[in-house]
């Protein structure tokens, strides 16, 4: 019997598994792709990101040849635009990297085998493998065969469409299993006037979420558009007419797009964001990542929250092994709680305010204007600042007057 079955290797997974590793507990850790695999998502690993690589073992990251950028461009519905600095905090770099996804979640799987963790690819895990109300393992396709694995714990780390979570909803857990959001990627290359910035375009047809060109190398960017699912069902338009509409008409992104081309196909992802009322752990199982729905609901980012998780789950399934009182996988939730929730509470909040083009636009005016505000906005929307920074009486008085 394994210690600890992961299912899914994506950066929760494998950040799980690296700290279980470490501990040394034998872990399986079961992938349906192959690597290198694609994942949709912007790729921007932030500072808070690049942080939870340096804890798990992965350091000098910036070193490789990845683009790093130490701003963000915002433009408002009506075209104001104002660039901010990443703010400099102890602890967290003042830049983040554009790494595709293709290249990072492959350096952390590769990182979590050097520390012995056996990792399966092209095994599809099928439905959790349950004995009296517990989860003792997975059953799953491997080659074309159905297998079954036990072992103590079982860790879903299998992102937003979790088969984990869905099985077991079906068997009465309960689930929020609603996305919250949609969202399509695709690359350019050829592309103008990129610089070391992200860019970030609150178009009024898709707020509170965003347009985003983020580059991925001098001339060659990540290029997409996200919306939420309530305003969604409220648009007469798809998201691939949405996207269109972000690059043939925004006055900025159509001129840096003008002579680029299109290097990849558009595909979408669902996003569900942390305001899941189900718990994270379950008999015999914990959830990790977007499994758990923990992406930030204002800025769309999930891979530092995807990592944290991954360090708090192995910390609570050390815990409930070494005592075998798997009750203490409770930890897992309390610690996560007592350390995002706020932050996430005033996401879901600013997320709702920014609903509103005029909020936005004199959001954005007056960071023009205003270097403390315009660095607050950069800082909460990569992570480095807590969301409820942006709530504090300081800034609503530098927004208002
Ligand atoms: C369009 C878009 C843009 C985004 N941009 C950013 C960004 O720029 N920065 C950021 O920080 N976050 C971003 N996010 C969020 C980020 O992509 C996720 O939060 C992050 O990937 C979560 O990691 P994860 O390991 O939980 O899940 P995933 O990365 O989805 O990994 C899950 C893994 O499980 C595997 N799997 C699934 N089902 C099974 C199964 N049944 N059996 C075995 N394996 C299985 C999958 O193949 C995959 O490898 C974006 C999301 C979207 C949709």
Not at 2 to 20: K, Y
Not at 156 to 165: K, R
Not at 321 to 342: A, C, F, G, H, V
Not at 361 to 367: E, G, L, N, S
Request: charge should be positive.
């Amino acid at each position: 019997m394994q210690d600890i079955i992961i299912v899914g290797a994506g950066p929760a997974g494998t950040s799980t598994a690296t700290f279980l590793a470490k501990k040394g507990y034998n872990i399986l850790l079961l992938e349906k792709e192959k690597f290198p695999r694609d994942k949709v998502c912007g790729d921007a690993i932030g500072p808070t990101s690049l942080r939870r690589l340096k804890e798990i073992g992965i350091c000098n990251i910036e070193k490789e040849n990845f683009k790093s950028c130490s701003s963000v461009c915002f433009f408002s519905p009506s075209n104001t635009k104002v660039k901010a600095k990443l703010p400099l905090v102890e602890g967290l770099d003042d830049f983040g990297l554009i790494i595709q996804r293709k290249k990072i979640d492959y350096i952390l799987a590769d990182h979590a085998i050097k520390f012995g963790v056996k990792l399966i690819e092209q095994f599809e895990v099928k439905q959790p493998l349950i004995e009296n109300n517990k989860v003792i393992g997975v059953k799953g396709i491997y080659k074309g065969k159905q297998e079954i694995i036990k072992s103590k714990i079982v860790v879903a780390a299998d992102g937003t469409h979790s088969t984990i979570a869905r099985k077991l909803a079906e068997k009465g857990r309960k689930h929020k299993s609603k996305y919250s959001a949609i969202a399509v990627r695709t690359y350019f290359e050829n592309v103008e006037e990129l610089g070391n910035y992200l860019e970030i375009y609150y178009e009024k047809s898709i707020l509170p979420a965003y347009g985003w060109i983020f580059p991925i190398s001098n001339t060659s960017a990540n290029v997409g558009v996200a919306i939420h699912y309530r305003h969604y069902k409220k648009q007469n338009k798809t998201i691939t007419q949405l996207f269109y509409d972000f690059i043939n008409n925004n006055k900025y992104a159509k001129r840096k797009l003008k002579n680029a081309k299109m290097i990849h196909s558009l595909k979408g992802w669902p996003v569900s964001y942390d305001s899941h009322p189900s718990k994270k752990y379950h008999s015999g199982v914990i959830f990790v990542g977007d499994a758990a729905s923990l992406v930030d609901p204002l800025s769309g980012e999930g891979i530092s929250n995807a990592l944290l998780s991954g360090k708090l789950a192995a910390k609570a399934i050390d815990l409930a092994l070494r005592t075998n009182d798997y009750s203490e996988l409770k930890n897992y939730q309390k610690e996560w709680d007592k350390l995002m929730k706020p932050s996430l509470n005033a996401s879901v909040l600013l997320q709702h305010l920014m609903s509103y083009p005029f909020i936005v636009d004199r959001v954005i005016k007056k960071a023009n204007q205003d270097e403390k505000l315009a660095q607050t906005l950069s800082g909460c929307i990569t992570g480095i600042f807590p969301k409820t920074k942006m709530l504090s009486s300081d800034i609503i008085r530098r927004i208002i007057f």
